[in-house]
C-alpha cells in the first residue's frame, strides 16, 4: 500500500536534444529518506516506438540496477513489434551513510528509436512522435510483510516528453534496394575472385608437389 505521509522529495525529468535515434532521459531526484526507507525506484513507461538496450543498461551499473517487463529485440522496426508499451524500473544506489539523509541525484537513461515504416510525406515532414510519459519515482519502505511505498512528488511542469524520431521515405525506397542488390552483387563477384585466386594457388602447388 501508499504511505499518506507527505512526499520526501520531488522528481523532474527532461531531454536535451529530442530529435533523432539516440536520446538521453535526464531524470534529477531531489530526495530526503524517510526512517525504514532502503530503496528509491524510478519507472518509466516506453512506447513502442522506443526501447532501453539492456547490454547499456548494464554499463551503468554504478549508477543503477533495473528490471523491465519485456526485453527489447533491438533490431526490429517498429512495425514488427508488439504494440504494447514496456515497463522499466531503475533500482537508484543512493549513499548507504546515515549520515547522507538527503541530496540530488542525477539518473541518465539511454534511450533509442526504432525505425518506422516509410512515408510518403514531404522530407521535412518524414518522422514519427513518440511521446514518453515523466518518470514516477518512489520509496521502498519497511520488512516483510510490512512493505509499503512512498511516492516523490513530481514536478508541476512534468510532462510527456516528445521524441522525434526520422523515418525514410516511399520515393528513397528504389534507390535504396538497387543499392543494395549492387552492393551484394559487387561482395559475391569480390569472394568468386578470390576463391579463383586461391583456387589457383592451391592447384599450381599440388602440381608442383607430385612433380617432386
Not at 528509436?113 to 518522422?127: I, Q, T, V
Request: one cysteine or more; hydrophobic letters at 35%.
Amino acid at each position: 500500500m501508499t504511505s499518506p505521509r507527505q512526499h520526501p522529495g520531488t522528481v523532474a525529468s527532461s531531454v536535451d536534444d529530442n530529435v533523432g535515434f539516440h536520446f538521453t532521459h535526464d531524470t534529477t531526484l531531489t530526495w530526503r529518506r524517510p526512517p525504514g526507507c532502503h530503496a528509491l525506484h524510478v519507472d518509466y513507461i516506453l512506447p513502442p516506438d522506443v526501447f532501453a538496450d539492456p547490454y547499456e543498461l548494464d554499463l551503468r551499473a554504478d549508477d543503477y540496477t533495473y528490471t523491465i517487463d519485456a526485453y527489447p529485440d533491438l533490431e526490429r522496426p517498429v512495425s514488427a513489434v508488439e504494440q504494447r508499451n514496456t515497463r522499466l524500473r531503475l533500482d537508484v544506489k543512493l549513499p548507504s551513510d546515515v549520515e547522507h539523509a538527503e541530496g540530488v541525484t542525477e539518473v541518465a537513461l539511454p534511450l533509442h528509436g526504432r525505425y518506422g515504416l516509410p512515408s510518403s510525406r514531404p522530407r521535412g515532414e518524414a518522422y514519427a512522435v513518440a511521446y514518453v510519459p515523466p518518470p514516477q519515482a518512489f520509496w521502498e519502505c519497511g520488512k516483510g510483510q510490512d512493505i509499503f511505498t512512498i511516492p516523490l512528488a513530481s514536478a508541476p511542469s512534468a510532462k510527456d516528453v516528445p521524441l522525434v524520431i526520422p523515418i525514410g521515405l516511399s520515393d528513397d525506397l528504389a534507390f535504396v534496394q538497387t543499392g543494395t542488390a549492387l552492393t551484394v552483387l559487387a561482395v559475391f563477384c569480390y569472394m568468386a575472385f578470390v576463391f579463383s585466386k586461391v583456387h589457383n594457388r592451391l592447384g599450381i602447388r599440388l602440381y608442383q608437389s607430385k612433380r617432386e
